[in-house]
């Protein structure tokens, strides 16, 4: 039968769009759906801040009455502001191996996009830069981590058939937990030494004037990286409320020099490990099982979302070692609440400097997804 394409309003009924998932990823083992109540407020625009900078459709791929994929298309205003670029996005694109369905869906999202002024389309990004981005081309035997993307392996076959090229990779690592290199502790040591400078836990009670700070950092930290845009204040608050159900303050610090905020370090727990099995449901029993696996046998896994330092510091020689420092205080910690493994992710394969300092500590890399895109101007 011939595929065709129905488009969705983010807000209405989006049942389709996340059953897609569960049909394409039925027969995986390692995959991990989110919370079918927390994907549809991710789609909703009355919940979801992002809808306030940004026009968002939702794509599903039908042959008959089978579902057999989805994808999403985004123009977002705030990336256009920072970028000036006249690129569009597209994302949650997941199918069954079938390549004429891919083709349809990235068409779909290209004509939407193209109606819209675009030029370029890149992807995926569900539903930006700071959320699951990516196909994953290596890596498929792990399931995916809390925030982060997991794909069939047919899927970048799909995405190539569809016209798509590759833009960039990203790089997720994975470190055990086992000795430091002599470098690192020394450099630990070191800064742990410095009268001006404090490692601090992030304080629940406030919350949001912690993440307020953090993103700060973060918008100083990352200006200019690829693809990144800072959040508005509605995301901010957002993200803080968010992170209020899942931070665990001893695995999230800032460091301090004369009581100013200067670098940041938040690690997850990795929310997935308890999320196995639900399949997105929490009830009738899913409620109980999810807090039961969060708070009495909790994760053994985590994810490092953001080490980050002030532009300002990274060529101050006295504070040259903070980075490694706050590496080896992140890991220190996670190992004294019983967590085995961590996953840092992502870097961009061409920051050599970053990767670079992250091998140092042990790490290696064992996933790798990859960013497409390609030219939709008429």
Known sequence: MKVTIREHTPGDDVRPFIRAGHEVFRADPVWVPPLDLEFRDRLDPKKNPFFQRAD????????????????????????????????????????IDDEEAGRALIDAAATWLRRRGMKRMRG????????????????????????????RPHQARIAEAAGLAKAKDLIAWRYDAGEFPARAIKAWENVKAMPEVRLRSVEMRHLEREIEDIMDV?????????????PTRAEVAKIAADLRLILDEDLAFVAEIDGRTV???????????????????????????LVWRMKVRHPVSTRLVLLGIRKELRHVKRYGALSAAMYVEVAKRGIAKGYRWGELSWTR?????????????????????????????S
């Open 263 to 289: 670098a940041i370090c938040i690690m997850l727990p990795n929310v997935n490990e308890a999320l196995a099995g639900l399949r997105g449901r929490l009830l009738p029993t899913g409620a109980l099982r």
């Open 56 to 95: 968002v459709a939702l794509f599903t791929a039908w042959r008959g009455r089978r579902l057999v994929g989805r994808c999403s298309a985004q123009v977002d205003r705030g990336h256009l502001r920072v970028w000036n670029d006249d690129t569009g996005f597209f994302g949650f694109f997941d199918t």
């Open 218 to 230: 973060y918008n100083d930290a990352w200006e200019g990286k690829w693809g990144v845009v800072p």
């Open 124 to 151: 995926p990004m569900s539903l930006h830069v700071n959320e699951e981005v990516g196909i994953l081309i290596d890596g498929f035997a792990a399931p995916p981590v809390i925030f982060m993307a997991h794909s």
């Open 349 to 377: 394969e061409d920051d050599h400097p970053i990767n670079l300092g992250i091998r140092a500590m042990g790490a290696i890399p064992y996933k790798r997804y990859r960013v497409f895109e390609k030219t939709i101007a």
